[in-house]
């Protein structure tokens, strides 16, 4: 092939990379996932739908993983400020809960019980201060 230097060998670039000898050699490597599953509740098929969009993929089932269908770090942020944009996930979701939450199922977990515990911690809050009347003097009762 080439010379040996210290160890090392210097190789020749042996073909070009075609987009079917990649496909072909990520399917192989790939384990596959278990058997497809449609998004059932609301968040699910939220959820999918950004990452099928982010993806460019016909279909993401729910315990399909975002790292394994392609997903990395560059459409990560997409997938973020879509989901952000939702009024009950705006201040819910974070880059990491994305790393943390491969699937789709675990993403629309997380986000349920996020948006529950803040519903709650809303309800709270609203119980905990009560209101206070203002005389016409300007003195607190």
Do not use: W
């Amino acid at each position: 092939m080439g010379k040996s230097v210290v160890g090392y060998e210097a190789r020749q670039p042996k073909a070009d990379v075609t987009q079917e000898r990649l496909r072909s050699a990520l399917s192989d490597s790939v384990p596959a996932s278990r058997s497809y599953t449609a998004p059932d509740s609301a968040a699910e098929q939220r959820v999918a739908r950004v990452r099928r969009q982010a993806l460019t993929l016909d279909r993401v089932g729910v315990h399909d993983n975002f790292f394994d269908l392609g997903g990395n770090a560059i459409p990560l942020p997409t997938v973020l400020a879509v989901l952000q944009k939702h009024p009950e996930y705006q201040d819910l979701i974070t880059p990491t809960n994305l790393f943390r939450h491969p699937t789709v199922a675990a993403v629309a977990a997380h986000l349920d019980q996020m948006a529950e515990q803040e519903a709650a911690r809303r309800g709270s809050d609203r119980r905990a201060a009560p209101h206070k009347l203002r005389s016409r003097k300007g003195t607190m009762r």
